[in-house]
């Protein structure tokens, strides 16, 4: 059951044409139903309230702002919905299901050196994204349920792919097929905000975290971007992290040298871009100051629709395995805050040329400095 309030349906507002939804953040103390009363006097209805964000998601006529309720003494500021997309610049064609090598990306950050000493058993990570095909072979036996977002009575279940691929470069366990995730003991939680086209609502992202929090999830795996910054992302990225959720999240993939995308840009999250199978910079990916950890992102092989398997590219892929190395490390120590996972990370990577410092995930040189940190 979602943990975000939801009001009862109402067909009166069914029938009332271009509507707009809003994001209100509320003062700290303030008395919700008073607020709520407030809202609809001034024609506008709350649908959502996110507890642990303090956030209601309200909607209103299009063009119909009232200036008296985004004044109101309750409210720290409002901030329009906005849509999301997930876009990467490249999906290869669907591979035969047959045995295949280990996937070159989990090659290269040495994870199954890794495997001896950890392989994530039990620990919760969350993917928003655009759900997971749960039955899939390489993700079943890992698959702990979710929720669905936009459609709250439904299954989490993924009708665009994106999401199952994320979650198989995180915890795929199907050697026979050739894939094997970075974590393939990590339990995997689908939270679809993103729908069949990957597009998303902000408050529907909103919502996500608020689940994630009240879930208690160890690792939320943020496989998308947004340009420009949002203050309502920003605050719950922040009550997030102050719970010690370490949440990991793609730079994006305009090819940019010194801007790349929210949730990354946000200081409490760590950002992941993309390099190829040569260790060098992908040339879709978004770098610049703040970047902490590059990652495979080009051509990965992983779980798709279908129960079948297809090759992607882009951050979205990247993040991953930074999220999997994660899942590898509190399977060892739990209490890791999200400041001492980014040190790990940052401190046993290996230095890449001509990137300013960025270095290639190493999941077993992680472990290993873990283990030594604990001596």
């Known amino acids: ?207 996500a975290i608020n689940w994630c929090i009240d879930k208690k999830m160890h690792v939320i795996n943020m496989s998308f971007g947004m340009e420009k910054m949002s203050e309502s992302m920003r605050q719950a990225i922040q009550i997030a992290h102050r719970k010690g959720i370490i949440m990991v999240a793609a730079t994006g993939n305009q090819g940019l040298s010194s801007q790349y995308d929210y949730p990354a840009r946000y200081p409490e999250t760590i950002a992941v871009t993309s390099i190829s199978k040569n260790g060098q910079l992908s040339p879709f990916s978004n770098v610049g100051k703040g970047v902490d950890i590059a990652a495979p992102g080009e051509k990965i092989p992983s779980a798709w629709l279908n129960s079948s398997t297809r090759e992607m590219s882009g951050t979205s892929m990247a993040v991953p395995h930074v999220t999997g190395t994660i899942a590898l490390l509190l399977h060892l120590d739990k209490s890791l805050n999200p400041e001492q996972i980014r040190y790990i990370l940052t401190q046993s990577s290996t230095k890449i040329r001509n990137l300013d410092g960025i270095g290639l995930l190493n999941a077993y040189q992680a472990v290993r400095f873990y283990q030594k940190l604990r001596r």
Request: proline share 6%; hydrophobic share 35%.
């Open 1 to 207: 059951m979602l943990s975000d309030w939801l009001l009862p349906s109402d067909n009166s507002w069914r029938r009332k044409k271009k509507r707009q939804r809003r994001i209100f953040y509320l003062r700290e103390g303030i008395q919700l139903n008073r607020y709520l009363q407030v809202m609809r006097r001034c024609g506008v209805r709350p649908i959502r309230y996110l507890p642990h964000l303090g956030m209601i998601i309200a909607e209103y006529e299009k063009d119909f702002v009232s200036q008296s309720l985004e004044s109101h003494p309750d409210i720290e500021y409002t901030e329009p919905d906005i849509r999301v997309t997930i876009t990467e610049p490249y999906a290869g064609t669907i591979i035969p299901m047959k045995q295949l090598s280990l996937p070159w990306g989990v090659e290269m950050v040495e994870a199954a050196k890794a495997w001896p000493y950890t392989r994530g058993r039990a620990v919760r990570v969350a993917v928003i994204d655009t759900g997971i095909s749960d039955n899939h072979p390489a993700i079943r036996g890992n698959y702990r349920g979710g929720v669905n977002i936009l459609s709250p009575y439904f299954s989490p279940q993924d009708y665009n792919g994106h999401g199952t691929h994320v979650a198989g470069i995180i915890a795929g366990r199907a050697s026979e097929l050739g894939i094997m995730g970075v974590a393939p003991r990590a339990y995997i939680y689908a939270v679809k905000a993103f729908n069949r086209k990957g597009s998303a609502n902000l408050s529907d992202l909103l919502s």
